[in-house]
């Protein structure tokens, strides 16, 4: 049983106002149903929130994915839910961390890395790849996701 609001973030789906982060990685791992509402009149004393019951059925198995990498993802992407993916992947502090991020990665694949670095560049050609350039976080729904992912360590 959880607090109403919180257990419709778990089953909003992309578009809804409630529709997150936690909604994402919540459906990423499980099956999500709110099961009945729980009127705050049915407890002595009346808590001040309504409350639902809320079935969390994993996923078995899970998905084959770097979870790390999901969660990276999914936190730039939710910075600011209503902006363009482009407009949020192209923050200089997101491209610094991604442009780090990427050196390690190469490092630890015994991969060159390119004299002419452009993480912008870079971070473009995998939006347009996935012709995504100009989509919302709030309304990508997790196969949306799973393909940023999998574009991700390729770059």
Same mark, same amino acid.
């Given at each position: 049983?959880?607090?109403?609001?919180? /257990?419709?973030?778990?089953? /909003?789906?992309?578009? +809804?106002?409630?529709? $997150?982060?936690?909604?994402?990685? #919540?459906?990423?791992?499980?099956?999500? +149903?709110?099961?009945?509402?729980?009127?705050?009149?049915?407890?002595? *004393?009346?808590?001040?929130? @309504?409350?639902?019951?809320?079935?969390?059925?994993?996923?078995?198995?899970?998905?084959?994915?770097?979870? &790390? @990498?999901?969660?990276?993802?999914?936190?730039? /992407?939710?910075? =600011?839910?209503?902006?363009?993916?482009?407009?949020?992947?192209?923050?200089? %502090?997101?491209? #610094? #961390?991604?442009?780090?991020?990427? =050196?390690?990665? $190469?490092?630890? &694949?015994?991969?060159?890395?390119? +004299? !002419?670095? +452009?993480?912008?560049?870079?971070?473009? %050609?995998?939006?347009?790849?996935?012709?995504? @350039?100009?989509? =919302? /976080?709030? #309304?990508?729904?997790?196969? !949306?996701?799973?393909?940023?992912?999998?574009?991700? *360590?390729?770059?």
């Amino acid at each position: 049983m959880f607090q109403r609001e919180f /257990a419709q973030r778990l089953v /909003a789906k992309p578009g +809804d106002k409630l529709y $997150c982060r936690l909604s994402v990685n #919540t459906q990423l791992l499980a099956r999500v +149903d709110i099961l009945m509402k729980v009127g705050k009149n049915n407890f002595r *004393p009346p808590p001040k929130v @309504e409350s639902s019951v809320v079935r969390l059925e994993p996923r078995n198995p899970p998905p084959e994915i770097n979870f &790390e @990498e999901w969660d990276g993802l999914t936190r730039i /992407a939710f910075i =600011r839910k209503n902006k363009t993916l482009s407009a949020a992947f192209k923050q200089t %502090a997101v491209i #610094t #961390t991604l442009e780090k991020n990427y =050196r390690i990665y $190469c490092s630890k &694949e015994n991969k060159v890395i390119p +004299d !002419d670095l +452009d993480m912008k560049l870079m971070i473009d %050609a995998i939006l347009v790849r996935s012709k995504s @350039e100009s989509k =919302r /976080a709030r #309304t990508m729904d997790i196969d !949306d996701f799973l393909v940023h992912v999998h574009l991700l *360590p390729s770059m």
